[in-house]
Structure formats: structure tokens, C-alpha cells
């Protein structure tokens, strides 16, 4: 095992040599990408509450675990190893064979010397067993050392359009209910990479293609001086329970992909545009809706232009599907006659991924004539068309709704519950379709998760 984790050690040297002279990709980010875009949401989202920026370079040292379980293999069978590591690459869709033996050899080179070592053994020994301590060590430093200077180096967002925090209604205070707009600060990023890209705007460009052929290409200054629309939408992550929040209405500016695709003009056969981002994450829209009048491009954020973590410079906005429909950091517009299958459906979600109506409390205070009870629903661009909340399974109470900023944002709601003590305060929705929130919880894969609204009193 010692010699195991010196010959990770080894390789892992180079490979990250490689990676910093050469540009090849990590093949321990290649894991660690996959591992966590399988890790069940409410470990995935525990890990992230509890080790905060230090989560996914905690999860880059699960793809140098893996690698060295192949290591262990070969030295136990080198041909059960040869098989594993190719396995390994083509399960997590690591390509770059270039890459792949930079680790590779020189770490098959110490798990399998040719000739007597020129150490002490006393000094070889400690070397051996320090080695995978040290590797976890400076696999977690670099990724989060990396993600710490492209947060340095990426730009800083800029005023894009006029933007005022609409005035709070009447009783809808945030000791009762969250906030109609999120702040940027306080809206949740999620990604499948360990470290996002920050992207040169001098550099960047967005290429449209048709069947993989360049048609088109803008600078991201051609965008900013195309006519821009504002509009309020609320995103919603895929990855949440029924218990977690991942979500957050904000303004955003932009442009429709009619404005820099003429359908007319492409060919007939054309049935989906995909959207690819810069770090390899791609999705697909049906026709139709790539060019609906819900859909469109965001430049701006809350009045600014987007930051790293919102997808600058340009990210998608399909307010009827869950967030990672909503591909951030756009590199490329493809227009394919065949359907594309991006890198959640990959896995076996959805190609479809419609939000589901869902709602959540966030407050239950005491009063003099029961329990106040505030929160929000949404429906993606179904609206949603009325909230009512029960305590302990009681009768439904109709719940007093604001109206929504937009068509595609979350519905604020209160309600006063006549009861003085409860134990569990359950909300539900109605949507724009006259369908009730699920009474009972479906699992998230592949469709998201449905269910009820149920939180516990703590007063």
C-alpha cells in the first residue's frame, strides 16, 4: 500500500506538470466532476453548508482516491489495473490520452522499479507512507488555490442597466417572508466543476454553428450594443429536496437568440439548439421554445453585468425548466438536425427537466390570533394561481398572495393559521394550470424532486 500511494504520488506530479506546461486536462478533476455530479443532493448539499469553499476541493480528492485504487489494483494484477485505468478514463468521458499518461506511466514506473532504489530504506519508507497524505494535501490546495486566483483575475461586474430593489409591500416583511429579488450575493451558484472558468471578455467569443459549421461569431462587445430586454425570472436548482432552498429570483438583462439567428434561415431539418459552455456543460432546446419569446440570453444580473460564478459573460435563461437547463459561461450555439443530449441527460435525467410546482416556508411566527405563516411558491412559467397552508393536517387556510414580479418568478404568500400551537404547518400551490403541488414525494432522479411542503413548528 505504501508503494501504492508513493507511485500516486508520483504521477500525480507530473500529470499536474502537464497540466500547468501543456494544458492537458486532470484527470483527477475528470472524477471528481463525475463523483459529485452523482452524489446525492442532500449529502452534496451538506458538504457544501458545512465545508463552504473548501467543498469541491475536498471533492478533487475523491478523484485522486479512485486513481489510486487502480494503482492498488495493478500492483495486485497489472493487467486488472491496465483495465481499470482505461475504465476509469472512459467512464468519467476523459479523452485525452496524452493526459491520461502523463499519471500513467511515471506512476507505473515507481509501483514497478526497474532497478534498485538509490534511497535509504529508512528514507524510502517515510516516503511511502507520507505519500498519499501529501497528495490528498496538495490535490485540495492546488484546486482551491486555482479557484482563488481565477476569482482574482476574473472581471468585476459593471452597471448594465438601472436597477431599484422594488419597494416591499405592505405585510410582507422579511421577518415574515425573504425578499421579492435576490441579491446577487445571496443567490445560489451551482456547477459540476471543481473550479469554474473565468473567462478574458477580450478573448472570448460565441460561435453559432449549424451541424458543427461556423456560421456566425460575436465579441462580447457586438452583444452589449444589441437592444436589451430586462425581466424579472426566478431559477430553480435541480438538486434541491424537499427541505433545501436552492433558489432566487433576480433582474436580468439580455438578448433573444432571434436577435443573432434568423430561423428562417436555417435549414428545415434543424430540431434542437444546443447551448455549450466554456467548461464542457452543454444542453439542448427544442426549437420552438430556443426561439420562444420566454427564452433568451443574460448579459446582466441585478443591474450589473454577470460575475464569474452567474456564468459571464453569457448564460442561459429558460425559466421553464430547472437550472441546469440554464447553461452558464456560453461559448457556443449549435444548431443540430439530431437531438443532443447534454451533460445531466447523459446521466440519465431528463431531457425535459419542467419545474415542478413547488413551495417553500420560510417563516411561522406566533400572534394574538394564530400562527403568521409566509413563504413563496413557483411554478416555473406555468405562475402559479393560488396558496393554501393547513397546520397538524387541519383544514386548508387560503393564503393571501402578492402578485409576482413576472410570469417567471416565485408567488411571495401569508397566511394566518387560527390555531394557537401546532406541531407541523403544511403549504401547497396551485399553478397556472389548475394542478395542486404533489401530495407525495417522488425521488429527484431523473425528473427533480415533487412533494409537499411540510415544516416543523419552532417557536
Same mark, same amino acid.
Given at each position: 500500500?505504501? !508503494?501504492v500511494?508513493?507511485? =500516486?504520488?508520483? #504521477? ?22 463525475? @463523483?459529485?455530479?452523482?452524489t ?7 458538504l457544501?453548508?458545512?465545508?463552504g469553499a473548501?467543498?469541491?476541493? %475536498?471533492?478533487?480528492? #475523491?478523484?485522486l482516491a ?7 489494483? =495493478?500492483?495486485?494484477?497489472w493487467?486488472?489495473?491496465?483495465i481499470a ?6 467512464g468519467?468521458g476523459? #479523452?485525452?490520452i496524452?493526459?491520461?499518461?502523463l499519471?500513467?506511466?511515471p ?5 514497478? *522499479?526497474?532497478?534498485p532504489s538509490?534511497?535509504s530504506?529508512?528514507?524510502r ?20 488555490l ?5 476569482a482574482?483575475?476574473a ?11 422594488? &419597494? ?11 425578499? &421579492?429579488?435576490?441579491?446577487?450575493e445571496q %443567490?445560489y451558484g451551482?456547477?459540476?466543476?471543481t473550479?469554474?472558468? =473565468?473567462?478574458d471578455?477580450?478573448?472570448w ?8 459549421e461556423?456560421? !456566425? ?5 457586438d452583444?452589449? &450594443?444589441?437592444?436589451r ?7 430553480r ?5 424537499l ?5 432566487g429570483?433576480a433582474l ?10 434568423? !430561423?428562417?434561415r436555417?435549414?428545415?431539418? @434543424? ?7 466554456v467548461?464542457?456543460?452543454?444542453d ?6 430556443? %426561439? ?5 440570453? &443574460? ?5 450589473e453585468?454577470l460575475?464569474r460564478t452567474?456564468?459571464f ?13 440554464n447553461v ?13 443530449? #447534454?451533460?445531466? *441527460? ?8 419542467v ?6 416556508i ?8 394564530g ?17 393554501r ?7 386548508w ?6 402578485p ?12 394566518l @393559521? ?8 403544511e403549504?401547497?400551490?396551485?399553478d397556472?394550470?389548475?394542478n395542486w ?5 417522488t ?9 409537499p411542503t411540510? !415544516?416543523?413548528?419552532?417557536l
Amino acid at each position: 500500500m505504501h !508503494r501504492v500511494s508513493l507511485a =500516486a504520488l508520483a #504521477g500525480l506530479l507530473v500529470h499536474y506538470i502537464g497540466y500547468y506546461l501543456l494544458q492537458t486536462p486532470l484527470l483527477t478533476e475528470a472524477i471528481a466532476e463525475w @463523483i459529485m455530479a452523482r452524489t446525492p443532493s442532500r449529502y452534496a448539499l451538506l458538504l457544501l453548508d458545512s465545508l463552504g469553499a473548501w467543498a469541491k476541493p %475536498f471533492a478533487a480528492t #475523491g478523484g485522486l482516491a479512485a486513481m489510486g485504487a487502480v494503482l492498488w489494483l =495493478a500492483a495486485w494484477r497489472w493487467w486488472a489495473g491496465w483495465i481499470a485505468a482505461v475504465a476509469v478514463s472512459v467512464g468519467v468521458g476523459y #479523452g485525452n490520452i496524452f493526459g491520461a499518461a502523463l499519471f500513467w506511466i511515471p506512476a507505473a514506473a515507481v509501483l514497478f *522499479p526497474t532497478g534498485p532504489s538509490p534511497q535509504s530504506m529508512s528514507r524510502r519508507r517515510y516516503l511511502q507512507s507520507s505519500a498519499m497524505a501529501i497528495g490528498t494535501a496538495a490535490v485540495a490546495l492546488e484546486s482551491y488555490l486555482r479557484n482563488e486566483s481565477l476569482a482574482r483575475q476574473a472581471v468585476r461586474p459593471m452597471p448594465i442597466t438601472p436597477f431599484q430593489p422594488p &419597494a416591499e409591500a405592505p405585510g410582507f416583511s422579511p421577518k415574515l417572508v425573504r425578499r &421579492a429579488v435576490t441579491t446577487v450575493e445571496q %443567490f445560489y451558484g451551482m456547477s459540476k466543476n471543481t473550479v469554474d472558468p =473565468a473567462i478574458d471578455p477580450e478573448k472570448w467569443r460565441l460561435r453559432v454553428t449549424v451541424e458543427g459549421e461556423l456560421v !456566425r461569431e460575436f465579441r462580447y462587445a457586438d452583444l452589449l &450594443a444589441l437592444p436589451r430586454m430586462d425581466r424579472y425570472v426566478t431559477l430553480r436548482c435541480v438538486s434541491n429536496t424537499l427541505q433545501s432552498d436552492l433558489m432566487g429570483t433576480a433582474l436580468w438583462s439580455g438578448v433573444r437568440i432571434s436577435q443573432l439567428v434568423d !430561423r428562417g434561415r436555417l435549414p428545415r431539418n @434543424i430540431v434542437e439548439a444546443a447551448v455549450i459552455g466554456v467548461d464542457g456543460h452543454g444542453d439542448s432546446l427544442g426549437l420552438d421554445y430556443a %426561439f420562444a419569446e420566454e427564452t433568451f440570453l &443574460a448579459l446582466g444580473m441585478n443591474g450589473e453585468t454577470l460575475n464569474r460564478t452567474h456564468g459571464f459573460p453569457l448564460r442561459l435563461l429558460a425559466p421553464n425548466y430547472y437550472g441546469f437547463k440554464n447553461v452558464k459561461w456560453i461559448g457556443e450555439i449549435l444548431f443540430t438536425a439530431k437531438p443532443y443530449y #447534454g451533460t445531466w *441527460p447523459k446521466m440519465g435525467y431528463t431531457k425535459e427537466p419542467v419545474i415542478h410546482t413547488c413551495s417553500h416556508i420560510d417563516r411561522i411566527l406566533s400572534s394574538k390570533d394564530g400562527l403568521l405563516v409566509g413563504g413563496v411558491s413557483f411554478a416555473g412559467s406555468r405562475g402559479v394561481r393560488a396558496v393554501r397552508v393547513r397546520a397538524d393536517e387541519g383544514g386548508w387556510v387560503p393564503a393571501e398572495m402578492e402578485p409576482p414580479l413576472s410570469g417567471y418568478t416565485w408567488t411571495r404568500w401569508r397566511a394566518l @393559521i387560527p390555531v394557537r400551537t401546532a406541531t407541523l404547518v403544511e403549504a401547497q400551490a396551485q399553478d397556472g394550470r389548475g394542478n395542486w403541488q404533489a401530495g407525495q414525494e417522488t425521488p429527484l432522479f431523473p425528473n427533480g424532486v415533487a412533494g409537499p411542503t411540510v !415544516r416543523r413548528v419552532s417557536l
